[in-house]
């Protein structure tokens, strides 16, 4: 499995991914994180989040407690991917 994780210090906001989920977790506590079973979709994701859209997304919603926009990013994504959608395909 891989993880994308959101974290943030002030107003600062790290994106990463990672396979190692108990590392993450001891390290951070309980950062909101995305599960992926495949490395490039995952990296793909992070990508996406780090890009300028990505990152107006994540800002235009700081209101909203960050586990809870992890889930609709997720849900979203696997939506577009799922239909193909041409701006977050993955790669083959």
């Given at each position: 499995?891989?993880?994308?994780?959101?974290?943030?210090?002030?107003?600062?906001?790290?994106?990463?991914?990672?396979?190692?989920?108990?590392?993450?977790?001891?390290?951070?506590?309980?950062?909101?994180?995305?599960t992926?079973s495949?490395?490039?979709?995952?990296?793909?994701?992070?990508?996406?989040?780090?890009?300028?859209?990505?990152?107006?997304?994540?800002?235009?919603?700081?209101?909203?407690?960050?586990?809870?926009?992890?889930?609709?990013?997720?849900?979203?994504?696997?939506?577009?991917?799922?239909?193909?959608?041409?701006?977050?395909?993955?790669?083959?």
């Amino acid at each position: 499995m891989y993880y994308v994780y959101l974290l943030t210090d002030g107003a600062e906001t790290r994106i990463g991914c990672t396979n190692d989920l108990a590392s993450l977790l001891h390290d951070y506590g309980q950062p909101p994180y995305f599960t992926f079973s495949n490395r490039e979709t995952a990296s793909n994701f992070a990508k996406y989040l780090k890009s300028p859209s990505g990152r107006a997304f994540i800002k235009s919603h700081e209101f909203i407690d960050l586990y809870l926009l992890a889930n609709a990013l997720q849900y979203a994504y696997e939506k577009s991917v799922s239909h193909g959608h041409p701006r977050v395909r993955e790669a083959s």
